[in-house]
């Protein structure tokens, strides 16, 4: 396993621990092979949504959280309410264990200013309760299938294989909805004076520019295992962890230059 990567920045969304499908493994073997200056924790990191429906944060759930508290000790960390976070409002706008809650955050690198927000407030989907619930019950569903056939092929020794990610990928109305999604992410950026936007949310990491602001997304630890990182004049960079192992190989990058 490679160890101590130092970065400047680095942002992980959807953690969704307490979801029995989430990965606490990979994400503690991610967080103890990196060092940082800044964690940014972009929403849906302990999914109380999936608590109330039944699932239950268990102790390798329970040893991520224990982690993002001791490195709060020596780095700053900033947790950004997303919508399976949403019934613990009352927590947004203090500092707990020298972890920052907050609805986004806005920070400045390079003369750019960089909103970071969940994305679930330009979603119009979680304006209606009832049909994030049917949503999740849905991916629950989905991801339950993804982990029974994916316990065959790893039995026939061959890769993980996203049932859903390939859902996403292929049917044109999910297309339409991610499209639409990432220019109102950008339309968001500008309506708060911001070059960057920086969300979570569609499971989806990538790295883009739509009318000169560049959009950013984290991904996601259920299905991608993806994390957004920034050190010195490099730019920001989607690294993915593989094979119980931390890959420095990126899937996109793209250049941060002086705003002038």
């Known amino acids: 396993m490679i160890t101590n990567i130092g970065f400047d920045v680095v942002v992980m969304s959807d953690l969704h621990l307490g979801m029995n499908d989430s990965k606490p493994k990979k994400i503690l073997n991610f967080l103890n092979s990196i060092t940082t200056k800044t964690l940014i924790l972009n929403g849906d990191i302990i999914d109380i949504d999936a608590i109330n429906r039944g699932s239950k944060l268990k102790s390798n759930h329970m040893k991520v959280v224990m982690k993002i508290i001791e490195l709060a000790k020596e780095i700053e960390v900033i947790y950004v309410r ?62 339950r299938l993804n982990s029974i056939y994916n316990r065959y092929r790893e039995w026939r020794k061959k890769p993980y294989l996203s049932i859903s990610k390939i859902i996403k990928e292929n049917f044109k109305e999910v297309i339409s909805f991610i499209n639409n999604f990432e220019k109102n992410a950008v339309n968001y950026a500008k309506s708060k004076g911001c070059d960057v936007a920086i969300c979570g949310h569609i499971h989806i990491p990538k790295i883009t520019s739509i009318d000169n602001v560049i959009y950013l997304n984290s991904g996601d630890w259920v299905e991608n295992f993806t994390a957004l990182t920034l050190r010195g004049e490099d730019g920001w960079q989607i690294y993915k962890f593989e094979q119980e192992s931390f890959s420095p190989s990126t899937l996109q990058n793209i250049p941060i230059m002086n705003n002038t």
């Open 82 to 143: 997303g919508n399976h976070d949403d019934s613990v409002r009352e927590l947004f706008d203090l500092n707990i264990l020298n972890i920052k809650f907050v609805d986004y955050y806005i920070f400045t690198h390079n003369n750019l200013k960089h909103l970071v927000f969940h994305g679930d407030v330009i979603d119009i989907s979680t304006k209606w309760k009832f049909l994030t619930q049917i949503g999740s019950v849905g991916y629950d569903i989905a991801l």
